[in-house]
């Protein structure tokens, strides 16, 4: 019996190593891909049809898709990697039509929120003043839920103990501790899924015995939701003029769009 548990912890070794080779290959990957030149893509369309072109854009558009059904940002390693395969010479091309197919026919941006990684969102390009605020009207629970520990995090400055965001969710009934009924593992999903979704930033403080950890916001909130209509929405919320957080209203009101800026950083790496 125990000669037959060698080999398998041996197999899970070798297993674990595998593993973490896969994961580095990954991350080469990306730094192995070299952004082709203007005059590399014009050359490469030559010897393609459009029809070809066209078949490509139409595969990197519904990856991009599938992905945003559960919010994940996509890594240019893994898009070059898993769908533009052959195609990866006329690279720029491909992506400049498929943020072309998102914006003229489903209303989306496509937004770099990590230059450095090269990684990809899907934001609405629909939104105009008029529309109602997702702050005020979330698309759903689990949404409502993250805008108010995004709140939470803004009001206090941008950094926060997770303890003081486990208390406010026991504030509104949700109990970190518990399985919820619409959420199921609250903690896991505030501190596995909002951050493998890039809505949060989940960061062990140094030199803290036991162990804490901090929340902040993610590249994905940073393009996507509004500080202003937070801070618009928190001061209705107190009956309080927004102003008179002026730490806050400098903040949201002084910055650039971060989505316009995230654009024209993903157009500029384009060209």
């Given at each position: 019996?125990?000669?037959?548990?060698?080999?398998?912890?041996?197999?899970?070794?070798?297993?674990?190593?595998?593993?973490?080779?896969?994961?580095?290959?990954?991350?080469d990957?990306?730094?192995?891909?070299?952004?082709?030149?203007?005059?590399?893509?014009?050359?490469?369309l030559?010897?393609?049809?459009?029809?070809?072109?066209?078949?490509?854009?139409?595969?990197?558009?519904?990856?991009?898709?599938?992905?945003?059904?559960k919010?994940?940002?996509?890594?240019?390693?893994?898009?070059?990697?898993?769908?533009?395969?052959?195609?990866?010479?006329?690279?720029?091309?491909i992506?400049?039509?498929a943020a072309?197919?998102?914006?003229?026919?489903?209303?989306?941006?496509?937004?770099?929120i990590?230059?450095?990684?090269?990684?990809?969102?899907?934001?609405?390009?629909?939104?105009?003043?008029?529309?109602?605020s997702?702050?005020?009207?979330?698309?759903n629970p689990?949404?409502?839920?993250?805008?108010?520990?995004?709140?939470?995090?803004?009001?206090?400055?941008?950094v926060?103990?997770e303890?003081?965001?486990?208390?406010?969710?026991k504030?509104?009934?949700?109990?970190?501790?518990?399985?919820?009924?619409?959420?199921?593992?609250?903690?896991?999903?505030?501190?596995d899924?909002?951050?493998?979704?890039?809505?949060?930033?989940?960061?062990?403080?140094?030199h803290?015995?036991?162990i804490?950890?901090?929340?902040?916001?993610?590249?994905r909130?940073?393009?996507?939701?509004?500080?202003?209509?937070?801070?618009?929405?928190?001061?209705?919320?107190?009956?309080?003029?927004p102003?008179?957080?002026?730490?806050?209203?400098?903040?949201?009101?002084?910055?650039?769009?971060s989505?316009?800026?995230?654009?024209?950083?993903?157009?500029?790496?384009?060209?």
């Open positions: 019996m125990t000669q037959r548990k060698r080999p398998s912890s041996t197999q899970s070794s070798s297993q674990r190593r595998h593993t973490g080779n896969l994961v580095a290959q990954d991350e990957d990306d730094v192995a891909f070299t952004q082709p030149s203007t005059s590399q893509v014009q050359r490469g030559e010897k393609l049809t459009p029809a070809q072109v066209d078949q490509k854009t139409a595969e990197v558009v519904q990856y991009f898709l599938v992905k945003d059904q919010k994940m940002p996509v890594r240019r390693a893994d898009l070059v990697k898993h769908v533009v395969k052959d195609y990866r010479n006329i690279y720029p091309e992506l400049k039509r072309r197919t998102f914006d003229q026919v489903f209303g989306l941006k496509l937004v770099e990590d230059p450095k990684n090269k990684m990809y969102i899907l934001v609405n390009n629909l939104e105009t003043p008029d529309k109602a997702p702050i005020r009207s979330p698309s689990k949404m409502g839920l993250l805008l108010a520990i995004l709140s939470v995090i803004f009001m206090k400055g941008g926060v103990r303890n003081l965001i486990w208390n406010t969710l504030k509104l009934r949700v109990d970190p501790g518990e399985k919820h009924e619409e959420f199921g593992d609250v903690r896991k999903m505030v501190t899924e909002f951050v493998r979704q890039r809505y949060l930033e989940y960061v062990r403080i140094p803290t015995e036991p804490e950890h901090e929340f902040r916001w993610g590249q909130a940073d393009a996507e939701v509004s500080k202003a209509k937070i801070l618009e929405f928190m001061g209705e919320l107190h009956e309080q003029d102003k008179t957080w002026t730490q806050q209203y400098r903040e949201a009101h002084s910055l650039p769009n989505s316009q800026a995230s654009t024209s950083s993903s157009s500029s790496s384009q060209r």
